[in-house]
């Protein structure tokens, strides 16, 4: 006998439960659908009866959604979680899927896209718990892209790196067209595929979008990987010293353009050298050892204070603001001279990102 | 029978509150003042004066002594400003009622 999933909703507005409640009694898999327009209510029924999915808004009253998503994220590993927001802004998506969503949809785009909706819904919930695979982190975007195109897909891979965003045409399991960094086409999709990680979401195709890229898929990963591997392992000494020297180059450049004073970058304890620019005379050991120790206090706090994951810490003195960046491979302090304008948060995310690909 | 329910009574998801307000703590982490809710407990206040003073600490031995902090989590910001060896901390919750406190000047 086929298993009755059970979704439930959360929102705060009672009309939008109504309609979702009839929207979702359609799905093909008939799952029960259940209610709350708080979230301690919406709690309370995760705690007394097992549930498939969880639909959850952000804009709510006394605790919002993403409060809730943290500790449902905690207390309820195995819930699928779909986000259903009619706030329009990237910094929610982001902090969404930082949280470990499996979905992020606009209300408008459901309305809009409703039987693209629906099949994600049946996607997650599954028809069967012991069959299927969930989640491809292991695989790179290489595979993904081989994946679409072997599926015949139409599709747009959006994916997001940090601050950095590119996208990915699919048309019939061809790729027509990419776009990175300001360039778009062949350049757009090397630059794309030497991104080491990142997320990665499907949005809706467009079928009008103008073609720019015309080899095949095939031979442009190839390229690609032969790219990559020629600049990962050189072969002779002096290419090897040449390759580490233009890094180097490449790195203080990076670092000058964005008018940082230095960068730090600590992995964790017993898992590589730290590796630090601009620092002149300061010793980079006690920096590396400060921003250890910062990172595991901050941790130790979050836990306890149930507060989510860490963005990041910013300090400042009257000589200079530095900001610190925890990674899960890695966590970087990039220091900013006091006189810096601007949003220091987003370009010391950019400086990170591109540091690190 | 009445212990019975106590002993098999299932645990009720509770939910804690996000702290709000500002607070001082001297110099031994202990709080001075608070606007946080009575409601919140006290030995976590105390957890994020010591917490915060220790982070204050750790940056005057690594030679970058700090006058100000900011923690960002992905559903509080935590920031706190020296004050004669203790210090004085803003707890915002961040919410998606209100998204600009997450976009501060650092």
Same mark, same amino acid.
């Given at each position: $006998? ?31 659908? +259940? ?74 785009? $459901? ?15 599954? +028809? ?12 790179? /975007? ?25 996208? %990915? ?33 499907? /949005? ?74 601009? %620092? ?24 306890? /204070? ?13 000589? +200079?603001?530095?900001? $610190? ?33 | ?7 098999? *009574?299932? =645990? ?9 307000? =500002?607070?001082?703590?001297? *110099? ?5 003042? =608070? ?26 031995? =690594? ?20 004050? *004669? ?19 501060? *000047?650092?």
């Amino acid at each position: $006998m086929e298993t009755q999933h059970k979704i439930l909703i959360l929102d705060d507005d009672n009309d939008w439960l109504e309609l979702s409640r009839e929207l979702l009694s359609h799905l093909p898999s008939k799952p029960e659908i +259940r209610t709350a327009n708080t979230s301690k209510r919406a709690l309370a029924i995760l705690d007394a009866e097992p549930v498939r999915l969880l639909i959850c808004d952000l804009k709510m009253p006394r605790m919002d959604g993403l409060q809730v998503l943290a500790i449902v994220r905690r207390r309820f590993p195995e819930l699928r979680t779909i986000v259903l927001s009619g706030l329009e802004d990237e910094e929610f998506r982001s902090r969404a899927y930082a949280l470990g969503v499996d979905l992020f949809w606009l209300k408008t785009d $459901m309305q809009r896209h409703g039987k693209m909706f629906t099949e994600c819904l049946e996607s997650l919930l599954g +028809r069967d718990n012991d069959t299927g695979f969930r989640g491809i982190q292991s695989k790179s /975007l290489m595979d993904i892209i081989q994946m679409e195109c072997l599926s015949r897909s139409s599709t747009v891979l959006r994916i997001t790196r940090g601050p950095l965003v590119a996208k %990915l045409w699919l048309q019939d399991g061809e790729l027509i067209d990419a776009e990175a960094e300001g360039v778009r086409g062949e350049v757009a999709l090397r630059k794309i595929l030497a991104w080491k990680a990142g997320t990665f979401e499907n /949005l809706p195709p467009e079928p009008n979008r103008q073609r720019t890229i015309q080899k095949s898929v095939n031979a442009l990963l190839l390229e690609s990987a032969q790219d990559m591997d020629e600049a990962a392992n050189p072969t002779e000494p002096a290419s090897i010293e040449q390759a580490a020297h233009r890094k180097t180059v490449w790195k203080l450049a990076l670092l000058t353009r964005e008018g940082a004073d230095f960068v730090v970058a600590v992995p964790p304890e017993g898992q590589g050298e730290p590796e630090s620019l601009g %620092l002149g005379s300061q010793s980079s050991t006690s920096l590396v050892e400060w921003t250890r120790r910062a990172v595991e206090i901050a941790r130790r706090l979050g836990e306890r /204070l149930d507060a989510g994951p860490i963005s990041h810490i910013t300090g400042q003195n009257l000589e +200079r603001q530095v900001l $610190m960046l925890p990674r899960e491979n890695k966590a970087f302090l990039v220091g900013w001279p006091t006189e810096v304008e601007g949003p220091l948060m987003e370009k010391s995310k950019k400086l990170v990102a591109s540091w690190d690909s | 029978m009445g212990f019975l329910k106590k002993l098999f *009574r299932r =645990s009720r998801a509770t939910v804690q509150q996000l702290p709000s307000g =500002s607070l001082t703590v001297d *110099r031994n982490g202990e709080v001075v003042t =608070s606007t946080v809710s009575s409601a919140y407990p006290k030995n976590l206040l105390r957890e994020i004066g010591r917490e915060v003073l220790l982070l204050f600490r750790e940056s005057r031995v =690594s030679q970058m002594p700090l006058g100000e902090v900011s923690i960002h989590y992905a559903s509080l910001r935590i920031t706190a400003r020296e004050l *004669r060896g203790g210090a004085i901390i803003f707890l915002f919750p961040q919410t998606a009622l209100t998204p600009t406190p997450n976009r501060p *000047r650092l």
